[in-house]
């Protein structure tokens, strides 16, 4: 499986350096994070390479905060005041940027709302413990919260797409840099309510599922609406600064306490994200 993921990551660039049509190059990018998701949970079924894998995902959680951060505050807020300015009738709307501003804040809340109100036990990271087995009705809990995240956060990968395509490869990316750890968690807490590699397969793939019906959800019908990506984007940068903020740099913090090298990877994350914002202005040109 990892040998097609990487695979499809090579077709992903190749079409959208190409500028092929956009819904070939959503489908692999809805692909490519739903195969993320999958793998972090199924990795975790032969134990020598979960116990190796295990010690690099405090790195990847940083990564993908790093970058998601980045993609947030330097192109999605952009990006959305220059869609509420750009026109006359959302101009007059947005009263000042009222409006995008509260949709942002609603993005925000409504990933608390339905990770941490609905599903309290939920958090990114590892929650197998011998010693302290979770009930199998928090798990799926949990699991069901997820479930409108990932929602959005095809979303999130359509609406940006449809602003600019370059934003559309940001946001695929800091996308994808989250699916494997939310893959790893969701895996890891079907094992810890005492299920099996087929409960992890299946759940995993549901949350995959539904990350690529956010995809087409939204390109399909979202995008036929007039002004529905000025009002989609920001509630999608929302979700994805809570995310970032919310759910990875409190692990990066509780890890990075004893390894700095953590914290750092934050900041690798950020040149990450600015070394491929340069790459992509110079192959698509703008």
Same mark, same amino acid.
């Given at each position: 499986m990892?040998?097609?993921?990487?695979? @499809? @990551? &090579?077709? *992903? +660039? +190749?079409?959208? +350096?190409r500028m092929e049509t956009s %819904?070939?190059?959503?489908?692999? !990018?809805? *692909? &490519?994070?739903? @195969?993320?998701?999958?793998?972090?949970g199924l990795i975790l079924v032969p134990k020598g390479i979960h116990t190796r894998l295990r010690k690099l995902l405090k790195y990847l959680l940083a990564l993908?905060?790093?970058f998601m951060l980045s993609v947030t505050f330097v192109? $999605?807020?952009?990006?959305?005041?220059g869609l509420w300015q750009a026109s006359a009738r959302l101009r007059e709307l947005g009263a000042d940027l009222y409006v995008p501003m509260v949709l942002f804040l609603g993005g925000y809340l409504l990933t608390q709302f339905f990770e941490h109100t609905i599903a309290p036990h939920f958090h990114l990271g590892e929650e197998i413990h011998s010693e302290h087995l979770i009930p199998a009705r928090s798990a799926y809990t949990a699991i069901g919260g997820l479930l409108i995240h990932a929602f959005f956060d095809g979303v999130s990968i359509s609406a940006a797409a449809a602003v600019d395509a370059r934003l559309g490869i940001l946001m695929f990316v800091a996308v994808f840099l989250h699916k494997f750890p939310e893959? +790893?968690? *969701?895996? /890891?807490? *079907?094992l810890a309510a005492g299920k099996g590699p087929k409960e992890v397969l299946v759940s995993t793939s549901l949350v995959g599922a539904t990350t690529l019906a956010g995809v087409f959800v939204f390109h399909f019908v979202g995008a036929g609406i007039d002004s529905a990506v000025a009002?989609?984007?920001?509630?999608?940068?929302g979700v994805t600064l809570y $995310?970032?903020? %919310?759910?990875?740099?409190?692990?990066?913090?509780?890890?990075?306490?004893?390894?700095?090298?953590?914290?750092? /990877? $934050? !900041? @690798?994350?950020v040149a990450l994200f600015f070394g491929l914002h340069v790459l992509l202005h110079e192959v698509l040109g703008g």
């Open positions: 990892l040998s097609a993921l990487q695979n @499809l @990551l &090579a077709q *992903i +660039f +190749f079409v959208s +350096f %819904s070939a190059q959503l489908l692999l !990018f809805g *692909i &490519a994070v739903a @195969l993320a998701n999958v793998l972090g993908g905060a790093g192109e $999605v807020l952009p990006k959305t005041v893959g +790893f968690t *969701i895996g /890891s807490m *079907i009002y989609a984007l920001p509630v999608a940068g $995310v970032a903020a %919310s759910d990875l740099i409190p692990e990066v913090n509780h890890h990075g306490g004893k390894n700095p090298l953590v914290s750092l /990877s $934050v !900041f @690798l994350g």
